[in-house]
């Protein structure tokens, strides 16, 4: 059994750092492989080095070329915005490299399936893949998997999931990389959509097969990133469109006969990360708010109703998943924590040569899944008007 493997890291923004941080958790509370923080690569020069020096990474590059064609590494993990996965995991994985990419796979259908073509060929050479959504491998969700696999909600009715932020409801906030579709692929449905979507699938064993979509801009232009402080209104030239959806709002009809409701948005004033699902089937449901992330409400519906009501399980005993590696019951885990799940798991299938979930091919349903949204979004058919309001001579009731 290896029992350590070299990373290398592709890309030093938030989720680089969040990755860094995981990496260099693994091996203390996991038992299995240990990683070695080998390489950063990043674009600039001058801030790769520094972030490599501050995050514990022992050599930096800006070359993602040459880092995956070294001999001596074995993982590649890609932490940069959606328009370089494709290339950098085709590469790696031609190269032999073992590859966790972050969600989404891809910013187009197109590169997922050539993203997962080069995955399943890699995989005949034992080079394993994995799509890093990793919010299925915080505690509380992972125990509504646990909960959903031992039959404890019966028949899947409804999966409802919305994730909730606000961090552009400022309309002089940049034009940042997540705003412009050509870097993000989409924008709150693709970047935190995908994670609410994948888990409406994962918390109800059940895929989905069509869905119903809108989507909105609620601010169209914005100051480019690093514009001048106090910009005129008529600073055209330090303003750009915002290329991609703000809000994004899905009915979802699942193979299994569920009906799921999904929202994602940016504009959710106090909403900061404030990821949310309830699962109700024929037996009982679960509830969990990330914004709660420790907590998982679960209603026993074999129970008599006079007794039962939503319970708040506190996910943190030595029985529950991965709980048991960290504190004693009551010390809560953090955003971090399920990053360090997500690659301990990736590290222990690599060493069993089994193939790490979730895969390059659930990667591509999901796009597929974006993709069908943005389609059905833009097809004006499908709405049915309500009509003009019913107006009322009432006082103060007229709209
Ligand atoms: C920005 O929306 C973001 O960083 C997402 O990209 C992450 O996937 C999510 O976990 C937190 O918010």
């Given at each position: 059994m290896t029992d350590s493997y070299n990373v290398a890291?592709?890309?030093?923004?938030?989720?680089?750092?969040?990755?860094?941080?995981?990496?260099?958790?693994?091996?203390?509370?996991?038992p299995g492989p240990r990683p070695v923080l080998a390489v950063l690569g990043a674009r600039n020069p001058?801030?790769?080095?520094?972030?490599?020096?501050?995050?514990?990474?022992?050599?930096?590059?800006?070359?993602?070329?040459?880092?995956?064609?070294?001999?001596?590494?074995?993982?590649?993990?890609?932490?940069?915005p959606g328009d370089s996965h494709a290339e950098i995991a085709i590469a790696a994985l031609e190269a032999g490299k073992h590859v966790i990419c972050e969600k989404p796979l891809a910013n187009t259908v197109e590169e997922a399936e050539a993203m997962t073509a080069a995955a399943v060929a890699a995989r005949e050479r034992g080079v394993r893949s994995m799509v890093a959504f990793n919010y299925r491998r915080v505690p509380a969700v992972a125990l509504a998997r646990q909960y959903l696999e031992e039959g404890r909600l019966g028949e899947i009715r409804h999966v409802r999931a919305d994730y909730l932020q606000d961090w552009i409801a400022d309309p002089d906030f940049p034009l940042v990389w997540r705003l412009q579709k050509e870097r993000s692929g989409s924008g709150a449905l693709g970047d935190i959509g995908a994670h609410v979507l994948d888990l409406a699938e994962h918390l109800s064993g059940q895929s989905i097969a069509e869905v119903s979509g809108t989507v909105r801009t609620f601010v169209e232009r914005r100051p480019l990133a690093g514009a001048s402080e106090g910009l005129s209104a008529t600073a055209a030239e330090e303003y750009g469109e915002v290329t991609v959806d703000d809000a994004a709002a899905v009915h979802a009809r699942l193979n299994g006969g569920a009906m799921g409701t999904v929202e994602a948005t940016r504009f959710a004033t106090g909403r900061k990360n404030a990821m949310r699902i309830e699962v109700n089937g024929s037996l009982g449901s679960i509830a969990f708010d990330f914004e709660s992330m420790n907590e998982l409400l679960y209603y026993d519906g074999r129970i008599p109703a006079a007794d039962a009501g939503f319970r708040r399980i506190l996910v943190t005993e030595p029985d529950h998943p991965y709980a048991g590696a960290w504190w004693p019951p009551g010390h809560g885990l953090g955003y971090e924590h399920a990053f360090v799940h997500e690659f301990a798991d990736f590290l222990a299938?690599?060493?069993?040569?089994?193939?790490?979930?979730?895969?390059?091919?659930?990667?591509?349903?999901?796009?597929?899944?974006?993709?069908?949204?943005?389609?059905?979004?833009?097809?004006?058919?499908?709405?049915?008007?309500?009509?003009?309001?019913?107006?009322?001579?009432?006082?103060?009731?007229?709209?």
């Amino acid at each position: 059994m290896t029992d350590s493997y070299n990373v290398a890291m592709i890309g030093a923004g938030f989720m680089g750092a969040v990755h860094s941080q995981a990496w260099s958790s693994v091996a203390r509370f996991f038992p299995g492989p240990r990683p070695v923080l080998a390489v950063l690569g990043a674009r600039n020069p001058e801030s790769t080095r520094a972030a490599a020096d501050r995050l514990g990474w022992r050599e930096a590059s800006t070359d993602w070329r040459e880092i995956v064609a070294r001999d001596d590494i074995d993982v590649v993990d890609i932490a940069t915005p959606g328009d370089s996965h494709a290339e950098i995991a085709i590469a790696a994985l031609e190269a032999g490299k073992h590859v966790i990419c972050e969600k989404p796979l891809a910013n187009t259908v197109e590169e997922a399936e050539a993203m997962t073509a080069a995955a399943v060929a890699a995989r005949e050479r034992g080079v394993r893949s994995m799509v890093a959504f990793n919010y299925r491998r915080v505690p509380a969700v992972a125990l509504a998997r646990q909960y959903l696999e031992e039959g404890r909600l019966g028949e899947i009715r409804h999966v409802r999931a919305d994730y909730l932020q606000d961090w552009i409801a400022d309309p002089d906030f940049p034009l940042v990389w997540r705003l412009q579709k050509e870097r993000s692929g989409s924008g709150a449905l693709g970047d935190i959509g995908a994670h609410v979507l994948d888990l409406a699938e994962h918390l109800s064993g059940q895929s989905i097969a069509e869905v119903s979509g809108t989507v909105r801009t609620f601010v169209e232009r914005r100051p480019l990133a690093g514009a001048s402080e106090g910009l005129s209104a008529t600073a055209a030239e330090e303003y750009g469109e915002v290329t991609v959806d703000d809000a994004a709002a899905v009915h979802a009809r699942l193979n299994g006969g569920a009906m799921g409701t999904v929202e994602a948005t940016r504009f959710a004033t106090g909403r900061k990360n404030a990821m949310r699902i309830e699962v109700n089937g024929s037996l009982g449901s679960i509830a969990f708010d990330f914004e709660s992330m420790n907590e998982l409400l679960y209603y026993d519906g074999r129970i008599p109703a006079a007794d039962a009501g939503f319970r708040r399980i506190l996910v943190t005993e030595p029985d529950h998943p991965y709980a048991g590696a960290w504190w004693p019951p009551g010390h809560g885990l953090g955003y971090e924590h399920a990053f360090v799940h997500e690659f301990a798991d990736f590290l222990a299938a690599v060493a069993d040569g089994r193939d790490p979930e979730p895969s390059f091919e659930h990667g591509l349903h999901i796009q597929r899944i974006l993709d069908a949204v943005i389609r059905s979004a833009e097809d004006e058919s499908r709405w049915t008007s309500v009509g003009a309001p019913v107006l009322t001579t009432i006082e103060g009731d007229a709209r």
